[in-house]
């Protein structure tokens, strides 16, 4: 701990990322509480519980790094619950996501329970072999296993979300394929979208994938007081970027093949999801009643 507080171009980029994370957490959290009118289900309680972990992580580090909070055992404790509090829901943001694009039920309940066996197996000995490590007399015995343990479950956890953003980029194309948004004929192109949308939404897929390879090369590369500050700020960017692409998915599970349809800028009963101006006669296409089975699926 000594060694960054004598580390002056260390400090001030922690101190940079942990501004970031902040600003982005606080952020999140009042547009989570504003464009949401029922405060309740998994997607919407992942997304809070994620942007509190993105504010209270960094705030121990801080704490913990530059010697203002002294008891060692309480700051590295938490430092490891907060981080599990910011890493964990963002998974089950995403899968929660996933309910707009596919109504395979087999799908689905693997994806859940292999996210139910990480969050539950990997935290207890991350947080138990961290613990011992960091903070008891047992740390020059154990601080190799911490090391190598902390690279093998930041890389589980790196595996998990890039395969649920490749999965998700997948069944994106396949409903914009079925809705009529993509040429989905042999030899095609992948852009040939009328409005960009399916550019956009892997674009930002790609760009979470590529913030989870940087944290995982600071992580190998030992760089350790920086990587801590900057894993709740690539955590924020993520949960931010998150909502960019559920707003523009849901607009394309809602938005009508009919030419001519806009959006009046009312809200259901969720508060997120725009409804579209048509005849109230119309019939809902198989897209809006998958939208409204994730919207019950999430005001539970």
């Excluded at 008891?71 to 599990?84: A, H, Q, R, V």
Aim: hydrophobic share 50%; glycine share 6%.
């Amino acid at each position: 701990m000594d060694a960054i507080k004598t580390n002056l171009p260390a400090s001030m980029t922690m101190a940079a990322f942990c501004g970031i994370a902040w600003y982005i957490g606080i952020e999140l959290n009042f547009s989570l509480f504003v464009t949401f009118k029922r405060w309740r289900g998994r997607y919407f309680w992942s997304c809070v519980l994620g942007s509190w972990g993105i504010i209270l992580h960094p705030l121990f580090i801080i704490l913990a790094d530059f010697g203002v909070w002294t008891n060692l055992k309480g700051s590295i404790l938490m430092i490891y619950l907060t981080g599990f509090l910011m890493i964990l829901p963002q998974s089950w943001a995403l899968f929660s996501r996933l309910h707009l694009l596919t109504r395979n039920t087999t799908l689905l309940r693997c994806i859940r329970w292999v996210l139910l066996f990480t969050s539950i197996v990997i935290p207890p000995p991350t947080i138990v072999i961290g613990f011992l490590a960091q903070a008891t007399a047992m740390s020059a015995s154990l601080d190799r296993v911490n090391m190598i343990w902390d690279r093998v479950q930041v890389t589980i956890y790196l595996v998990q979300e890039s395969l649920l953003s490749v999965l998700y980029i997948l069944e994106t194309r396949r409903h914009l394929a079925v809705v009529g948004f993509i040429d989905d004929k042999p030899g095609a192109s992948l852009w040939s979208r009328r409005d960009g949308l399916f550019m956009h939404l892997i674009c930002t897929n790609l760009l979470v994938i590529a913030l989870d390879v940087t944290l995982l090369g600071m992580e190998f590369a030992g760089l350790f007081y920086v990587q801590g500050a900057f894993k709740p700020c690539v955590y924020g960017v993520k949960l931010k970027v998150e909502f960019l692409v559920l707003n523009r998915l849901v607009q394309s599970v809602q938005q009508p093949r009919s030419v001519g349809a806009s959006y009046g800028g009312q809200r259901d009963a969720s508060g997120i999801f725009p409804l579209v101006s048509q005849p109230s006669s119309a019939r809902q296409t198989p897209s809006e009643e998958q939208a409204h089975s994730w919207l019950r699926e999430n005001s539970r």
